[in-house]
């Protein structure tokens, strides 16, 4: 790195993970929030207490656009500013003494604590939440953005008694007064401030105690108690697994999942209190489609791997997602299989092989590096990693360094040097090859994978035999077809090589009852010959809403004389958590000749059109947009939805509102459109359409 370079970096650095102020350390924090959700925002006092290492003139707080209506040292008044993003006390402090500071405060956080359906007419869609990571605790909280500043924070909420309130720790007492309640949460130990949280809306909880005597709590809306069993299959298994496997007890008191509607990603390992995505709750029938278990296994292992042993800074990053990613696919190991595992570490590799060839390989020890590394890459040093020493010493070194490190803050060398010690080898090459390199090795890894996993190799062999051989693929497949192979090859091969199969073999592997091989069938052929047309009909039946929307999409399509009887068979099912094969249901039914009623039309239209409106989740707004502008122009309502959504919290659906909104502005009817509905509109939502309509 040349001299600009660094400099650069450690501007960045300072930015990116807060600054430190080794002087001092702030080691308790009593925290009272009541979040006002009708001007979204907070209002709080805290109270910090904290040592002085060294002396100092200084002290200060990360707070972003706060004001402060009292600030106390020691219950009296002190000199201090209040910059944009940062309150500053100016006092000389002396060494070796005890402080405490109380600050009163109120803000309107831009980000961090998320306001959800306050202002529509539903009232059981009411939410709030937080995202700490990423988006910075300071927003809501004056706290520390620097990760390595661990206090232990006992949180107070006050909020209308009609809510339940979950937060970090053990709910210790509720105090009611009038239409008020006040939850008292309590920490043992200390977390990085990144880790608080806080979560509000209409719950009912399930309580599952552990082999260990831990209580985990598993929230959900009151309408889903159906979905609950599916949602959290396995919860006390991995808990089980991850503890026996780390070797280290679980590091806190209890531990809480609470799916939030409109999350930023699939879920947040917030400490003892994980918040996840409503998207994975989910129906029996959805398991097999999508479901939680890897992502509830991920938040759980990070319970170790990111809040007990924390970071330094994310130079360091793999500590957190290569871990918990490497852990979470070891729980789904013992819950699916070695098979499922090695192809999960096979489908990672391909994706890194693919950005290596894209000459955009990443080191794990790069801070800005994407989250295929981190996660994927990040998991499979892992394996490699502990194929090496052995796992034995793997153990033993993990331990030790949880150990040693608890409720404190770790680098990558940190942990190598646990390594080291535990297994008495030289680490170096590892740690060049794998951690510092942007190369990525798919050959050597593929040869690893498949000395361990004989499906694997199956698969390898019969790839480079279809490369090699004059024989035709067909026959090939067909040689090893019919022996005793696992449901995720059979898949793989139709997937990869259907085009070079014929019709009557694809009809025979059908009659596999394989739920998987059957979507993959589904996926596989587009438009369906009439010698496929009964199998492509009795995927109608299967126990996969993927596979039935592929299926009725397909047979919509190719047989038109049918289109009544398909609706029929399918109306009423709803599907994922996006709706899918309701909405393309409505689709096709508003869509298809003599089937429906005049009245009927007109209500599906409406049902299918609706689904933009913000009283949904995004993910079902998302889908709904797309399928609508496939075929028909966007409602007013839909456009009015659709500026809406360009300005929402998630940035996913944010981008695709904001594509098909550029989109919709190269014709100039839509275009003139969006410049009357732009009169109807204010705030966020008038500027970011005014900002395009004028470019
Ligand atoms: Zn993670």
Known sequence: MNFINSLLAMLFSGFIFG????????YKAAIHVIPVPSTKGINGKVTYWFNVLDKTDSVFLDAKNMDFSSVLLNGKKVRHSNAKDKIVLYKKLKADKAYKLTLDYSVIPKQAVYFLGWEDSLADNNQIWTQGQGKYTSHWLPSFDDMNEKVEFDLKLT???????????????????????????????PMSSYLLAFA???????????????????????????????????????????????????PWQNYKQIPVRDFLYAGMENTGATIFSDGYVIDSMAFVDKNYVNVNAHEMAHQWFGNLVTEKDSNHHWLHEGFASYYALLAEKKLFGNDYFYWRLYESAKRLQQLN??????????PKASSLTFYEKGALALHILRTKVGDKFFKKGMMTYLEKYQFANVTISDFIS????????????????????????????????????????????????????????????????????????????ILDYHESLSESFLRDAFDTKDLKTRQALSIATDRIPSEMKKQFESLLEDKSYITIENALYRLWISFPEDRIAYLEK??????????????????????TRDYLSDVQRTNYKEELFGYTSEINSFEVRQNAFSLISEVYPLSDQNLKDLVNASVHHSWQFRNFARNLIERLLRDDKQKQRLIEISKELKGKELRYIQSKLQV
């Open 159 to 189: 909020f209308n008694k009609e809510y339940e309130v979950i937060a970090n720790g053990k709910l210790k007492d509720t105090f009611l007064k009038g239409s008020l309640k006040t939850w008292f949460f309590d920490m043992k130990r």
């Open 570 to 591: 399918t109306n009423g099912i709803i599907g994922l958590p996006n709706k899918n094969v309701r909405m393309l249901w409505l689709l096709l039914a508003v869509l």
């Open 357 to 366: 060839n894209q000459g955009k390989g990443e080191a794990l020890t790069d």
């Open 19 to 26: 600054q430190s102020q080794p002087s001092v350390d702030f």
């Open 418 to 493: 646990e390594m080291e010690l535990a297994s008495e080898l030289d680490l170096n090459d590892f740690v060049q090859s794998w951690l510092n390199d942007t190369e990525f090795p798919f050959e050597k890894v593929k040869l690893l994978l498949a000395s361990s996993s004989k499906d694997l190799q199956t698969y390898f062999s019969l790839q480079s035999e279809l490369m090699s051989s004059n024989s035709g693929n067909e026959e090939i497949i067909s040689q090893i077809w019919s022996s005793n192979l696992s449901h995720r090859l059979r898949e793989n091969i």
């Open 200 to 250: 509000i809306g209409n719950y009912d909880s399930e309580k599952v105690i552990n082999k260990n005597g831990i209580p985990i709590e598993l929230y959900y809306y009151p309408m889903d108690s159906l979905k609950v069993e599916p949602t959290y299959r396995y919860t006390s298994e991995i808990f089980d697994f991850l503890s026996e496997e780390i070797g280290i007890d679980y």
